[in-house]
Every structure is written in C-alpha cells, then in structure tokens.
C-alpha cells in the first residue's frame, strides 16, 4: 500500500501543486463551449447500485463494507489505471470501537493541471431509527450513498473512454453516516480525515461537487442553502442546464435548506468551493424533510429511478464536458 501511495501521490503531485482556485466559489463562470458530450447510461448506474446492495448494508466493521471496498477499488483500478487510484485507509475510535474506514480515490484526465473533484459516501447507516419497525437495524442504502456512488462509477467508464476537457478527481468517501442522531462528531469521519490529511500536498480544485441521494423515486433537488453561499455560480450554471433539458421539476428553480454533508466539511477545512445535489424538501417553517424512505429499511432498489438518475448524469456530464472554459 505504502508503495501505491508513493505512485499515485508522485504522478498527481506535479500537476496538483501549481492549481489555483482563486475565485473562491463566486467567480466560478461558465458558458458554451460547443464540445460534445458522452451519453450517460442509467442501466450501468443502477446496476452498481443494484450491486452494491446485494452487499447487504455497508456498514464500518463489517463484512459487507469490506466486499463493497475491493469492489470499488477493482472498478476504479480497470477505469482510472492501477497508479492513478488510491486507497485511503485509516482507522478511528468511535463509540468505544476502533473502526477501518476507507476513503477510495481516483484520478481522471492527468494531462490537466486544472481539476475539479466529484465526491459521493459509500458506506450506509448502521441504524435506522426513522424505521417504525426496526429502528436499529443497519439499512441497505440504495439510495443514501448507492445512487451518489453508482453514478461516479458510470462518471469513471466515460472518463475513461472519452478526453476529458479538464481533470476531474473522483472520491468516495467513508463513514459519511456514521454518527448517532445529533451526534455530528461522529458523522463525515471519511471526509474529515481527507480533508486534515490530503494525499497529494496543495491539492486545490476550481470546485467540487457532492452527490447524495441523487436516484430516488419522486426526488427533487432544490438549490442546498450552504451550496448557494459557497459557489452560487456554480450552483446556477447547473440548475439551468437542467432547465435546458427538460429537468426544471427535479432541480427546482428555488433555495433549499442547509444541509450538514461532507460538502460542508470540505469547504470550512480545504477551502474548496463544493456544492451538494440532494434530495429534500423545506417546510415553510424553513425545516428540511427528507424522502420517506430516508434512514428506513425501505432505501432500497425498489426506490430506486432511472429516469432521475439519466437526469443527474446528463446534467453533470454537460457542465463537466461542455460548460467549463479551459
């Protein structure tokens, strides 16, 4: 592992170093390039939600988490190349327990100095306690961390496949839904630890973009508050190629609520303008309700929407292809 480590750091080192990111979420700007854009496949997405349920809950300490790490760790290694993927392994002591927990990284277009990161969390929820029946059962996830994920697995054949216009570092990250309910300590371990321990030294993107919950039956997505303060521009330019395509009742035109992520965590330690796409929906009280199935046993494949995951891909693949000024 050492030795993969120096690999991946010492191929990505020279190219990171230089990236500046001095707009600092509010100058980000976009426009048409007229380049053309890869279709997304919503089957290959589903299937490696499908996949990875089968898994069973992804759960730190668990069997289940470790088949779920080997297998997106081969994936990563056949799409980005065996030197440009790394895994992140650290353990921490929460609840009284020391915990492995694995971050997987991957990185796309080298030739690019200038890189944005897309990020999503792998593991699922050790308990569901919104479950009337089984509140401390672990849940499966399809949709809380298995769509986010089946989508950049989807991201990674294209960018494999297809010349990236700029670099894009993809990261999955660890132990995002770990912690007790009000226990934010203990939520974010894998995004916190890559934040507070970078692998590659001066790492700094133009953006980056967090996708939760991102394939579920009725989903919507309005504008996440915290995205809006950290990177409107970007925030924008997304919501409007959804516009473009026909999406405006799944990316809603309106501010959503702020939602404690891993995007948050990101920004405050980085600096790193990061947006989140997710699921919910804001009372007029100004509270936030997450979907139905959400921390239930009921988040699984039969939740789970092509149409909303063709949607997310589209969007994002047109921004990432098509949108960003070189």
């Keep these: 592992m050492k030795k993969l480590f120096y690999i991946f750091t010492l191929s990505l080192f020279t190219i990171f170093i230089f990236n500046s990111c001095s707009d600092e979420g509010t100058g ?19 299937t490696y939600i499908e996949e990875q349920v089968t898994f069973g809950p992804r759960v730190p300490g668990t069997e289940a988490h470790v088949h779920a790490k080997n ?5 990563f290694q056949n799409t980005a190349g065996q030197s440009s993927m790394f895994v992140q392994e650290f353990e921490l002591e929460v609840y009284g327990e020391t915990i492995e927990l ?18 999503a969390h792998w593991d699922s929820r050790p308990r ?12 499966l996830g399809a949709d809380d961390g298995g769509s986010g994920v089946g989508v950049l697995m989807e991201f990674a054949n294209i ?18 839904d770990y912690g007790e309910v009000g226990d934010l300590d203990n939520y974010f371990l ?9 692998p590659v030294p001066g790492y700094n993107p133009r953006f980056g973009i967090l996708l939760d919950m991102v394939g579920g039956t009725g989903a919507v997505f309005p504008k996440e508050g915290f995205s809006m303060s950290y990177a409107p521009n970007l925030v924008d330019e997304i ?37 989140n796409i997710i699921h919910h929906t804001v009372n007029p009280n100004g509270s936030v309700n997450f979907p139905p199935y959400w921390h239930t046993q009921n988040d699984n494949m039969d ?8 949607a997310v891909g589209d969007v994002v693949l047109e921004l990432i292809y098509n949108r960003i000024p070189q």
């Design 28 to 46: 980000l700007q976009f426009s048409d390039q007229g380049r053309e854009v890869p279709q997304f496949s919503a089957d290959r997405a589903h």
């Design 71 to 75: 297998y997106f760790r081969e994936h």
């Design 102 to 119: 694995f971050n997987i990284i991957a990185a796309f277009g080298l030739e690019h100095s200038d890189r944005i990161v897309l990020a």
């Design 128 to 139: 569901g306690e919104e479950d009337p029946t089984s509140p401390n059962e672990p849940i």
């Design 159 to 176: 960018f494999a496949e297809h010349e990236l216009p700029i670099g894009v570092d993809i990261i999955l990250f660890d132990g995002e």
């Design 190 to 198: 894998g995004s916190r630890y890559w934040s507070q321990n970078p």
């Design 239 to 275: 919501w409007s190629i959804a516009a473009e395509f026909g999406h405006d009742q799944l990316f809603l035109n309106e501010r959503g609520g702020r939602i404690q992520d891993d995007h948050i965590i990101v920004q405050r330690l980085t600096g790193i303008p990061m947006i």
């Design 303 to 310: 939740i789970i929407d092509k149409d909303v995951l063709q």
